[in-house]
């Protein structure tokens, strides 16, 4: 099975800090994505990758960056906490091959005092 | 604008009885379309897809979902619902020509009482 692992499953950061979420997938996929989740709004897109140096912003970017320097590794950066980053944020990986379906990781719970 | 509609936010059903969840797209093509579910403290898992064919998709722990074109819905539905079923359901949908990019319905919270 595909696995996407998220490095943290809770952070706690304050107000301010660089704060890095780290997802890595072991199924060679081209695709990953990370989200962020809040009651009542879903899963909201911040940033895609369709392979390593390449990234697309989502719905949402403002407030975050991303890396992916190896095709494996996706990482999300907050520059500067705020609390309005507190939030349930959740990694995703898609093979570009065939009509597969999306993978998700078990989340990192962010709070940013 | 392009959208993806859960009208339900919360939806309580009786252990056995039947359970329909809405969810309704606003784009121009048909797009990918996806149910999945997250239980308390999970990630996501999928419950089925639909990219083409046959409007009726299975899906596992027994539900199944329907594609309806003339209504641009997806309603997920399942016959019998068990105590486990309790969780977050989220449609979405990967817009034709999307460039892959999945969007989530706001989610609808499934309380099963006994």
């Known amino acids: 099975d595909v696995k996407v692992t998220q490095s943290s499953r809770y952070l706690v950061k304050r107000t301010g800090e660089k704060v890095f979420l780290e997802c890595v997938q072991d199924?060679?996929?081209?695709?990953m994505f990370w989200y962020r989740q809040d009651p009542g709004l879903g899963l909201r897109l911040i940033y895609f990758s369709y392979d390593v140096k390449m990234k697309e912003k989502g719905d949402i970017p403002e407030g975050y960056s991303v890396s992916r320097e190896k095709k494996e590794r996706f990482s999300l950066i907050l520059e500067s906490a705020s609390t309005n980053q507190t939030s349930m944020y959740l990694c995703?990986?898609?093979?570009?091959?065939?009509?597969?379906?999306?993978?998700f990781g078990s989340g990192t719970r962010l709070t940013v005092v | 604008a392009q959208s993806v509609t859960q009208p339900d936010i919360h939806i309580t059903v009786s252990e056995g009885a039947s359970l329909e969840l809405r969810c309704n797209y606003s784009?121009?093509?048909?797009?990918?379309l996806f149910w999945y579910v997250q239980s308390p403290g999970q990630g996501l898992q999928l419950l089925l897809k639909?990219?083409?064919?046959?409007?009726l998709v299975q899906g596992i722990k027994g539900f199944e979902a329907e594609f309806k074109r003339s209504q641009s819905s997806f309603n997920l539905r399942k016959p019998s619902v068990h105590w486990s079923d309790a969780a977050e359901y989220f449609c979405a949908v990967v817009p034709s020509g999307g460039y892959n990019k999945l969007i989530f319905g706001a989610g609808t919270r499934l309380a099963v009482h006994p």
């Open positions: 995703a990986s898609r093979s570009r091959r065939g009509l597969v379906g999306y993978t």
């Open positions: 199924m060679d996929h081209e695709n």
């Open positions: 784009y121009g093509a048909t797009p990918y």
């Open positions: 639909y990219f083409s064919g046959d409007t």
